[in-house]
């Protein structure tokens, strides 16, 4: 069993508050951040003269094996491109658009621009391949006005690109094509000799020079691009390796499925291996019953020092773990950390997976989480020790103060520091509406203390204020927190739960069921969808376990009396669910009005309390 105690080196921090006369919070480190560099291309530089040949970025090629980029040829490859992204004219005002999913071409082809001062921005693949209204590409090619478009296959996106773009942008590709348009390769790009433009670009990089743009999901209008400047990933980097010191330590490991196009994978992840000159195995699988296998292969073959999912992967992934001891063996091999987002852990997950990393390890490893957004960077605030529990964000990282200002009997996050962003590109008016009188960037999100009066014990996720209802009776509800707190009590039947209610006397949920649960309760072969979900074992079960859940409950509303499981999955074309596994609240309430109001209906898919418990 690997004994990863001396290795685990983790922050030691200072923790400061001062609380004002209105009541506002004021929390941060005593220790000073410390420096970082001008643009994370200097970091790869410098990795690719120290150890040119160790490998930067891994992925299965056609016959399945890995194929490794090293250091070195990486380089050079973006220093070519870059030369010849500035050679064909493009520009913050014309930047690189990126449609397809993560993959050595796209790390290369964003970099290369990142190091000649052009952003680039990477899409969910889903905007352009939707089969029918394309707006929110639309909205995105209006606001960004690009000078080049990447594909590494272009044949999926001819429609969208043909549709969507002026037909005198390039496209840029491995394989395929666009008719009508200039198509350009990949390689020819990489065969350009290094300018003496692209030099005096890389070396005229500062602080505020804008590295890339980061769309929001778009699931309450349009998608808006958040500015990611080079102060804003490095500083945050330096705020990672800071919280992290293992990463100084030895070169980071990681296997990864996350998309780029999110701020968790495309800034932490991707500029974590970059900045402490690890490896990064690009995981072809996914948290869905259709590719979770695919992870399972990877996880097999490669041992991370660090490691991110979203809880839903890690369910599938302890699925396999509980049944496979060379697959644990494997991965807890020089695990380090755990970390988990994008959704609230529910404490049976939580006691699976430390389980099984104190039978692995001695002395078990990190889990944690923390909160961040894609204005943040993401990261700003962690934790960073062992617990018992699920849910400690932790503490702000350095250089960063954390602000809790009253909102009612809630208490709203907002943060300063050098990971912030300057606002959104091209919408002034959005920019000045993200930061208050004080500059602090506002989350919408409210936190409480793990232990009242204490900072330095963190906090826990207190919901998102916009979220929030009252009942009809008047009594606020505080969605988050409700959230997390019954997909605990229903005890692994759901991977998450949307909270409904609004202007009615009780609660009521949609819950997105755990499919792999169900079926090792029935233990029916071949019965799936809604011939499961109806299943009478099924059905008493959870009806037993919201009763459970009800009369723990203090009042009306933190008590949901009925709940319909949902046979449909959510949709990343309506906004209900982010490419990354994010479930969007209002976005599912909204599109699934008819499934709400018949949570107070006599449908017979509604499971309810006994009238005695209401």
Known sequence: ?????????????????????????????????????????????????????????????????WQHMSYGEAAQKIQAIGSALLALGLSPENPLLILSGNSVRHAIMALAAQHVGVPSAALAPAYALAKGDLGKLEDVAAQLT??????????????????????????????????????????????TEPSAEMQAAYEGLGPDTVAKFLFTSGTTGSPKAVIQTQRMLCSNQEMVADSYRFLRKQPPVVCDWAPWNHTAAGNKVFNLVIYNGGTLYLDDGKPTPRDIHKTIRNLREVSPTWYFNVPLGYQMLLDAMENEPELRKTFFKQLKMLMYAGAGMSQPVWDRITRIAEQEVEGGVVLGTGLGSTETGPFAISCCERAETAGNLGVPARG?????????????????????????????????????????????????????????????????????????????????????????????LASDVVVAGEGHNELGALVVPDWDTLRGMVDEKGLEGEALLNHPKVRRVAADLLDAHAARATGSASRVT???????????????????????????????????ENLWSEDPRVIALSRERV
């Open 562 to 596: 009925r709940m319909m499981f949902l046979d449909v999955p959510l949709s990343f074309e309506k906004g209900e669910v982010t490419d990354k596994g994010s479930i969007n609240q209002r976005a599912v309430l909204r599109h699934r009005a008819d499934l709400v």
């Open 146 to 191: 690009p000078g080049m478009i990447f594909a590494e296959d272009a044949t999926p996106f001819e429609r969208a690109i043909t549709e969507v773009f002026a037909p005198e942008i390039p496209v840029v590709c491995a394989t395929g094509g666009v008719s009508g348009r200039e198509v350009l390769s990949f390689d020819s790009l990489a065969a």
């Open 400 to 492: 960063i103060t954390l602000k809790l200002v009253p909102q009612g009997d809630k208490l709203e996050a907002r943060i300063k520091g050098p990971n912030i962003t300057p606002g959104y590109w091209r919408n002034e008016k959005l920019s000045a509406e993200a930061f208050d009188e004080e500059g602090f960037y506002c989350f919408g999100d409210a936190i409480r203390f793990v232990e009242p009066g204490n900072p330095a014990a963190g906090f826990y996720f207190d919901g998102r204020l916009a979220e929030n209802f009252k009942l009809a009776s008047g009594t606020w509800v505080a969605v988050g927190t409700l959230r997390a707190k019954l997909t605990n009590d229903l005890q692994g």
């Open 1 to 65: 069993m690997p004994d990863t105690s001396e290795a685990l080196d983790f922050w030691e921090p200072v923790i400061r508050s001062e609380t004002r006369e209105d009541g506002t919070i004021l929390v941060w480190q005593e220790e000073e951040l410390g420096p970082y560099p001008r643009c994370m291309t200097e970091k790869f530089l410098h990795w690719a003269e120290v150890a040119p040949d160790r490998s930067w970025m891994v992925e299965r090629g056609p016959d399945g094996a």
